[in-house]
């Protein structure tokens, strides 16, 4: 009896250091594939480029206004700016640089930002609708789900990216605009959400048999009628939320 | 928990204006007249949607891969002395008739309501889904579809692809892997690029008829096969539909004896988006 006690007791404490230690775990679970000490052939100073310098993060990947992917940029693209500045040319980095593109290879960079290959993600439409259409600053559109890419050397994935993350965004814009209104800091500089809404607490939507009142599964034309009650300049500038699984998934 | 809510949602569902206000309902009109059974949608169907190819024995052991197949039927015609002199000839008629059969994008599905976990589902542009990443293989959907349009991963197909051949996959859709049911999605990822241009072109709201083409539309040399939007009026499917009074939302064709249109086991009330157009022969000639 005694003995079977002690078990019990040690069973609970066993069960109460497995709990804490997983609590305590679970916010770096974000960073679960971060493959952000991943050698890279370059150590690209993002820091020097986008944040001393200030050049537009679409200088280099070209890709993101047109296309789903924002794409990397060739080897001539770097070349096309280092040929003329020779102050930098002695620098290690820049002349492992040089050395690819007289072996005319291109640089293995190995690929931060990788989603699943079901999930269909456009750089494109967000990047049309943010930086052109709302007319906000690229690198904070950039960074709501690239992290404050100024302050890094290589790009690392500070951001969950995953479905409850894409959510964060897409259930909390659904039928309102922010507009006008500043973004806060902590949404594009916060390591975790692209909002201020934990992702641990999104729900995640159901198709439409099975939940036809969530906001994502909810019907375009529903959609149309919760917005159509906004005034025109703010309901120009709404997040089309996806309300369908297949608007995201391949 | 999921079903108790499923059954809940069903008859909300079901009704027949549920999607009325969506902008989109894609149809397919394919003329049997016109279809010389030659396969070249089912190649481009391959190609277009990393579709294994199988072989003889896994297709003959029920393993078989085609979103798209030709279904192939003999009907001799009456016999007549024009018929009869044929016969002679090096290739008699024999009536063969061919059917292309995939996916017939059911709006009242009954491959949907059997998922246990909502994989396959019915969207708001009325195709028939399936999210790879939500099913779980129960193939109970592959035994309720009365068309047998739908195809499961028994194995990893892909891994039989040798090294140079994995460049050609189409990287626009995932390549399923084993335990995942698959079938014909109209494209889906070529109209979501569609819609994509469309929202450039700043009318998302309109897809332009023509500028959208499933594969097995773009591969068919006689043009048999018509894709677009059924809720567009002026688009060539709609117009083939009311000439051929095809109508959905209706189980049972009000129709004249002259036409040709007809929905593949319509009695079964599947409300189909597929129109075939019934091949006529002129025995006479």
């Known amino acids: 009896m005694r003995q079977g006690i002690s078990a019990t007791w040690s069973f609970r404490l066993a069960w109460t250091v497995l709990v804490f230690a997983a609590g305590?775990?679970?916010?770096?679970?974000?960073?679960?594939?971060?493959?952000?000490?991943?050698?890279?052939?370059?150590?690209?100073?993002?820091?020097?480029?986008?944040?001393?310098?200030?050049?537009?993060?679409?200088?280099?990947?070209?890709?993101?206004?047109?296309?789903?992917?924002?794409?990397?940029?060739?080897?001539?693209?770097?070349?096309?700016?280092?040929?003329?500045?020779?102050?930098?040319?002695?620098k290690p980095r820049i002349q492992k640089l040089f050395t690819y593109w007289e072996q005319k290879k291109p640089i293995p960079w190995l690929k931060v930002h990788d989603l699943p290959d079901f999930v269909y993600f456009s750089h494109k439409r967000h990047v049309q609708r943010f930086i052109f259409k709302d007319g906000r600053p690229t690198q904070q559109v950039c960074a709501m789900c690239h992290g404050d890419v100024k302050t890094f050397t290589v790009g690392r994935k500070v951001k969950a990216l995953t479905m409850g993350f894409c959510l964060s965004c897409h259930t909390q814009f659904q039928g309102e605009s922010d507009i006008g209104k500043p973004m806060p800091a902590e949404r594009w500089m916060s390591p975790v959400a692209a909002t201020d809404k934990p992702v641990m607490k999104v729900e995640f939507p159901q198709p439409a048999v099975l939940d036809p009142e969530h906001p994502v599964t909810m019907k375009a034309a529903e959609v149309k009628k919760l917005t159509d009650r906004l005034p025109a300049e703010v309901r120009d500038h709404l997040v089309h939320a996806p309300h369908d699984c297949w608007q995201c998934h391949k | 928990?999921?079903?108790?809510?499923?059954?809940?949602?069903?008859?909300?569902?079901?009704?027949?204006?549920?999607?009325?206000?969506?902008?989109?309902?894609?149809?397919?009109?394919?003329?049997?007249?016109?279809?010389?059974?030659?396969?070249?949608?089912?190649t481009a169907?391959?190609?277009?949607?990393?579709?294994?190819?199988?072989?003889?024995?896994?297709?003959?052991?029920?393993?078989?891969?085609h979103w798209m197949?030709?279904?192939?039927?003999?009907?001799?015609?009456?016999?007549?002395?024009?018929?009869?002199?044929?016969?002679?000839?090096?290739?008699?008629?024999?009536?063969?008739?061919?059917?292309?059969?995939?996916c017939q994008q059911c709006n009242h599905a009954p491959c949907e309501p059997v998922c246990p976990v909502a994989a396959t589902y019915h969207s708001p542009d009325g195709l028939n889904t399936q999210v790879y990443n939500?099913?779980?293989?129960s193939r109970y959907c592959a035994n309720n579809c009365p068309y047998k349009v739908r195809y499961f991963n028994f194995f990893e197909f892909w891994k039989d692809l040798p090294h140079p051949l994995e460049m050609q996959l189409n990287p626009d859709l995932s390549v399923r892997d084993k335990g995942v049911m698959e079938k014909c999605t109209f494209c889906v990822q070529r109209i979501r690029a569609a819609k994509d241009a469309a929202e450039d072109a700043g009318h998302p709201e309109h897809v332009e008829d023509g500028t959208l083409m499933t594969a097995?539309?773009?591969?068919?040399?006689?043009?048999?096969?018509?894709?677009?939007?059924?809720?567009?009026?002026?688009?060539?499917?709609?117009?083939?539909?009311?000439?051929?009074?095809?109508?959905?939302?209706?189980?049972?064709?009000?129709?004249?004896?002259?036409?040709?249109?007809?929905?593949?086991?319509?009695?079964l009330n599947t409300e189909s988006c597929v129109m075939y157009l019934d091949r006529v022969r002129d025995t006479e000639a």
């Open chain 1, 24 to 90: 305590c775990l679970l916010p770096f679970g974000a960073w679960a594939d971060d493959v952000s000490n991943a050698p890279q052939p370059i150590e690209f100073p993002h820091d020097r480029h986008a944040g001393k310098f200030g050049i537009n993060c679409m200088y280099c990947h070209t890709y993101a206004r047109r296309s789903i992917v924002a794409g990397i940029p060739p080897v001539a693209k770097c070349i096309g700016c280092h040929q003329h500045l020779p102050s930098v040319r002695d």
């Open chain 2, 216 to 267: 097995c539309q773009q591969g068919c040399p006689t043009q048999a096969i018509v894709f677009g939007n059924l809720k567009d009026p002026e688009s060539k499917v709609k117009k083939s539909w009311a000439s051929h009074q095809v109508e959905l939302d209706r189980y049972e064709q009000d129709k004249s004896e002259d036409v040709r249109g007809y929905r593949v086991l319509e009695e």
């Open chain 2, 69 to 102: 197949r030709i279904e192939r039927y003999w009907t001799e015609p009456e016999g007549t002395p024009e018929i009869e002199q044929e016969e002679a000839s090096d290739f008699p008629e024999r009536g063969a008739h061919y059917l292309p059969m995939m």
């Open chain 2, 134 to 137: 939500r099913c779980v293989g």
């Open chain 2, 45 to 65: 169907c391959y190609a277009e949607n990393n579709l294994p190819v199988v072989g003889k024995e896994r297709c003959g052991s029920g393993h078989s891969m």
């Open chain 2, 1 to 42: 928990m999921a079903l108790k809510r499923m059954l809940e949602n069903w008859s909300r569902l079901r009704q027949q204006d549920y999607y009325a206000e969506e902008p989109y309902m894609w149809g397919m009109a394919i003329d049997l007249n016109k279809c010389i059974g030659c396969g070249a949608c089912v």
